[in-house]
């Protein structure tokens, strides 16, 4: 096997840089699932518990990136991009899931203070986690955080559907709509998964 030519130091700061980005989103995520599982269990909120699946769905791909950046290769490119797509594929499952149970159901959860705070603050950071994934994918040209960076994206847009949703529920009483806000990204994140398995390099 070949050896693994040495990276320059500007490369090897922004994949520094890229990894920080992955570790920050893994870590709030993972608190963040435990915080909507408490928020969602003292206001009975669907919507509170599923954005919860979400916030694994984005531990996931965070760790593949880390996984991918730590051993930049062709092989793990490849199946890092797929494994992104299928992140996309399953968070649009999700949404669809998530939307019907909440219209079906018809389920008005109480006002959550706690739900409505960490939504919001999900939808800040994640924005921001985005964009500097994004210039930072873009510097290195890997696809990987590129497209991971729009998972992050569709989540920070989900985070502020549910805030939506969540304050709507609260002020008005209005408990749909937040799914109908929340199903209104399932088409952008399949066009997202179909395209980051196809954008995988092909094997050598």
């Known amino acids: ?94 949404l669809v899931l998530q939307g019907a149970l909440v219209l079906a159901l018809q389920v008005e ?23 500097g994934k994004k210039r930072v994918g873009v510097a290195l040209s890997n696809p990987v955080l590129v497209a991971e960076s729009r998972v992050t994206l569709v989540d920070a847009l989900l985070a502020s559907a549910i805030l939506a949703g969540l304050v709507l529920n609260a002020a008005f009483g209005w408990w749909w709509a937040d799914p109908l806000a929340a199903l209104v990204l399932v088409f952008y994140a399949l066009r997202e998964g179909v395209a980051a398995a196809h954008n995988a390099p092909a094997k050598e």
Not at 109 to 131: E, H, Q, R, Y
């Open 109 to 131: 959860p109480d006002a959550s203070p706690l739900g409505i705070g960490w939504t919001a603050a999900t939808a800040l950071a994640m924005l921001v986690l985005a964009w």
């Open 1 to 94: 096997m070949a050896p693994v030519p040495a990276r320059r130091p500007e490369q090897q700061r922004l994949t520094r840089r890229g990894i920080t980005l992955e570790v920050v989103t893994l870590g709030w995520n993972v608190v963040g699932v435990l915080v909507l599982a408490f928020a969602a269990i003292a206001a009975g909120s669907v919507a509170l518990a599923a954005f919860g699946l979400d916030s694994l769905i984005e531990i996931g791909a965070s760790t593949v990136v880390i996984w991918q950046l730590t051993g930049a290769s062709a092989q793990r490119q490849r199946v890092a991009l797929r494994l992104i797509g299928w992140a996309f594929l399953l968070l649009a499952a999700y």
